[in-house]
């Protein structure tokens, strides 16, 4: 861990961000903390920061950290050495007063096995699923903030054949996959006298590289257009995260994030190839608390005539909807 670089400026929540059963910690001004402590969030009772400390350490954080914030740049988005993310909001823009968020580094690695007993997922889940890597079809995983997408990518990933040359890609550096025959590519941001490299400038690159599975950390804008080309060109076996509140959702982004590309494309055709590219949706939720697979479903199909995804429903939570086995149909993905 490298927290000495802003314990010397959060002493009052020292305790916590030493604490490593903790990962998540969030200061909503001077008087509320939270902290996420085994995927459940609880309030810190017995804290409180003063605000103007707060601003202070903030900007001290930052500074070590080689960016600013301020009133007039008043959010901060950067990054410990060890990858843990440092996130801030100054007010007026915060109405409560300063916001602070530190989420750790996650060097815990899950099996596959060990989220199976803790009941994030089943074993019919776990099977189809690595039947699917193993057959080199595209998986996307979906979910909201803190459901675990990240975790079980990293947990699929031991089902990747150890002689594939895997090509990951990341907005910022969280997963831990070691391969290998494995290369890194992460952005970058607008930096004094260094221009942006965003995920899309990479994946564009990655084909060059001569990937035999390109995993993309995480999908959120119009570098699912090039995506979709790979993945309809050849390069199969793929695996990347998209934030969506169902694996339904998860589709309709997908779709949104193309349009983000600038590429313009007839409505129906981004449709009709994201359901030639796309073989599994695996959706993860909370559930009292807890981060589970709430869906799993195969596309087969776009209906043009009735705007939707047909889909064979190999998983759902929900009572009503749960199957298990490819041999139930459903109209899965209607339009959005």
Do not use: W
């Not at 927290?3 to 002493?11: C, M, Y």
């Not at 901060?76 to 915060?94: E, H, M, N, Q, T």
């Not at 025959?181 to 965003?198: M, S, Y």
């Amino acid at each position: 861990m490298s927290f000495e670089v802003i314990l010397p400026f959060l002493r009052p929540i020292a305790h916590l961000i030493q604490d490593p059963d903790v990962t998540e910690i969030m200061v909503n001004g001077s008087r509320r903390i939270f902290v996420e402590r085994h995927g459940l969030l609880e309030e810190v009772e017995g804290v409180q920061l003063d605000e103007r400390n707060l601003k202070v350490a903030v900007k001290n954080i930052a500074r070590a950290l080689g960016d600013d914030v301020s009133e007039e740049n008043p959010i901060l988005d950067s990054r410990l050495p060890d990858g843990s993310r440092v996130a801030a909001i100054f007010p007026p823009c915060s109405v409560g007063g300063t916001t602070l968020t530190i989420r750790k580094f996650q060097t815990r690695f899950f099996t596959t096995e060990e989220l199976v007993r803790i009941g994030t997922m089943t074993l019919d889940v776990l099977a189809h699923v690595r039947e699917a890597i193993q057959k080199n079809e595209n998986i996307l995983i979906s979910g909201g903030t803190s459901t675990g997408k990240t975790t079980l990518l990293n947990a699929l990933s031991v089902y990747l054949p150890a002689g594939d040359r895997v090509v990951l890609i990341e907005d910022t550096a969280e997963l831990q996959i070691e391969r290998p025959n494995l290369v890194r590519f992460e952005a970058r941001r607008e930096q004094p006298g260094f221009p942006a490299v965003a995920i899309r400038d990479l994946l564009r690159a990655t084909l060059r590289h001569r990937p035999d599975r390109i995993i993309v950390g995480e999908v959120r804008g119009g570098e699912a257009f090039d995506l979709l080309q790979a993945l309809n060109t050849g390069h199969s076996g793929t695996l990347s995260t998209i934030h969506a509140n169902s694996a339904e959702q998860a589709l309709a982004r997908f779709s949104s994030c193309v349009v983000q590309s600038g590429v313009e494309l007839p409505y129906q055709a981004v449709r009709y190839q994201i359901a030639d590219a796309i073989d599994l949706v695996l959706h993860l939720g909370r559930t009292q608390g807890a981060r589970v697979v709430r869906q799993l479903i195969r596309i087969n199909r776009y209906d043009a005539e009735h705007d939707r995804y047909e889909a064979d429903v190999l998983f759902s939570q929900d009572g009503i909807e749960q199957r298990r086995g490819s041999g139930s149909s459903s109209n899965a993905a209607g339009s959005h």
